[in-house]
């Protein structure tokens, strides 16, 4: 069974620009999370999607935004990049279901994006 | 706000030893929590989920304990090996599968 799989894995980017990360999620896996790692600030919640629905949201600027799409691949744009964007984008599937139907999360290898 | 701690943050301890990483977090309205490894520069690979139902989970030489009340999760590792070498974090799992994470302790363990 194929695991969670983000392209590109290594992207590098100038100030201004925008990007676009993509996640393929396990087979059957019908929530996908997004998450920042930074060495500063370690592992932070972006959003969540289920059923092409963004359920939860962390406490990033608009810059960052997410979609799902019906095959369940999820994709995240940030805009107007920032010296400060530089990190590594895990994206993390699950099969989950309501509120508190919270299930095992699987990880991708992760999208090191550089800003320069 | 979920809180979520890791002591200690890195630990040396030769090949064969028997160790406890410790996990705290300061709201338990948790629903589970989860304990992954990464290696340098990798994604996170799951190690065990403890439901808020469950006390502890098993998984070959690993097991981890979950008690709600005191807001407190360990992972014990027996015999440990060099390929134990990583950093293990802690997420406490909250609402449509938001994990809050701990920052992690980093393990090596010396032949």
């Known amino acids: 069974k194929a695991g969670v799989t983000q392209t590109p894995r290594y992207l590098i980017k100038t100030r201004g620009q925008q990007v676009t990360l993509s996640c393929s999620p396990i087979?059957?896996?019908?929530?996908v999370s997004w998450y920042q790692q930074t060495p500063g600030q370690g592992l932070q919640f972006l959003f969540e999607?289920?059923?092409?629905?963004?359920?939860n949201k962390g406490n990033f600027p608009g810059r960052f935004s997410g979609r799902q799409f019906s095959n369940s691949r999820s994709e995240m744009n940030v805009s107007t990049l920032e010296l400060g964007d530089s990190a590594l984008y895990l994206c993390?599937?699950?099969?989950?279901?309501?509120?508190?139907?919270?299930?095992?999360?699987?990880f991708g290898q992760g999208t090191r994006l550089t800003v320069v | 706000k979920q809180e979520v701690t890791q002591i200690p943050a890195a630990l040396s301890v030769p090949e064969g030893e028997n160790l406890v990483l410790n996990c705290s977090f300061t709201?338990?309205?948790?629903?589970?929590l989860q304990w992954f490894r990464q290696d340098p520069g990798k994604g996170l690979t799951s190690l065990l989920l403890?439901?808020?139902?469950?006390r502890e989970q098993t998984s070959g030489r690993l097991n981890a304990s979950l008690d709600k009340s005191s807001g407190r999760s360990t992972l014990y590792i027996a015999a440990s090996q060099p390929g134990d070498s990583a950093t293990y974090l802690c997420?406490?799992?909250?609402?449509?599968?938001?994990?809050?994470f701990g920052t992690g302790t980093r393990l090596l363990v010396s032949p």
């Open positions: 997420a406490g799992v909250g609402g449509f599968q938001k994990l809050v």
């Open positions: 403890i439901q808020s139902s469950q």
């Open positions: 087979s059957g896996h019908r929530s």
């Open positions: 999607y289920f059923s092409e629905t963004q359920r």
């Open positions: 709201d338990s309205a948790i629903y589970n």
């Open positions: 993390a599937s699950s099969l989950s279901g309501g509120r508190a139907m919270n299930t095992e999360a699987f």
